[in-house]
């Protein structure tokens, strides 16, 4: 079969996987994250990646994916799920509800994770009282590992529920290094998180 020049550029461009581009976001710029009114100023460059994990979200790394990590989710609708679902028949997702406490938010990650990672190693280490975005919140930390690897990562998240949705931000990354390195950056960049009203 003789190749036209459309029939070839559309070969290569099916053959190739679509990749989403990442953003740099600059140092000390405000900046609205995951489609929604939750505004942070990070303190050093970060690089937003281009695949979002749901609906309402987005991630940032200062590394790479897996390296060190922090997702906002902006205003999770009630009967939303965090992730994209993965298989919704065998293995739903867990969704939010306006009517949660603030107890069950780690409960509700926690679960998400397990079946969006594919990992029965997933743990919520510590819970307690925060303020975030100026609300009554949550704060807990948690330690999981991916399936077939060996490396412990830790993680840190803060949640509120306002006007009914969930806005939270989280923090991951492998134990070793990455952890205890960037732990700082995040914890930055929740503590001048705002939301407009």
């Known amino acids: 079969m003789k190749c036209t ?8 461009a099916t053959a190739q996987p679509a990749l989403a581009s990442n953003t740099l976001i600059t140092a000390q710029t405000p900046v609205a994250v995951a489609k929604s009114p939750m505004t ?35 205003g999770i609708e009630p009967d939303r799920a965090l992730f994209r679902e993965v298989n919704k028949h065998a293995t739903p997702l867990p969704r939010f509800s306006s009517t949660m406490l603030l107890t069950d938010l780690p409960a509700l990650f926690e679960a998400s994770y397990r079946i969006a990672l594919n990992t029965p190693v997933m743990k919520i280490d510590a819970v307690r009282p925060a303020t975030f975005l100026g609300q009554k919140g949550v704060q807990f930390s948690y330690t999981y590992s991916r399936v077939d690897e060996e490396v412990r990562r830790r993680g840190d998240a803060v949640a509120a529920i ?29 503590a001048k998180a705002t939301i407009a009203r």
Not at 5 to 12: H, R
Not at 43 to 72: C, H, Q
Not at 165 to 184: G, S
């Open 5 to 12: 020049p459309w029939l070839g550029a559309i070969l290569i």
């Open 40 to 74: 942070v100023t990070p303190d050093r460059e970060w690089n937003k990646m281009g695949a979002r994990p749901g609906r309402n979200s987005e991630s940032w790394t200062i590394d790479g994916d897996g390296l060190n990590e922090v997702t906002f989710y902006g």
């Open 162 to 190: 306002i006007g009914g949705k969930l806005f939270m931000i989280t923090f991951d990354a492998p134990d070793v290094f990455y952890y205890q390195r960037d732990i700082a950056a995040y914890r930055a960049i929740v």
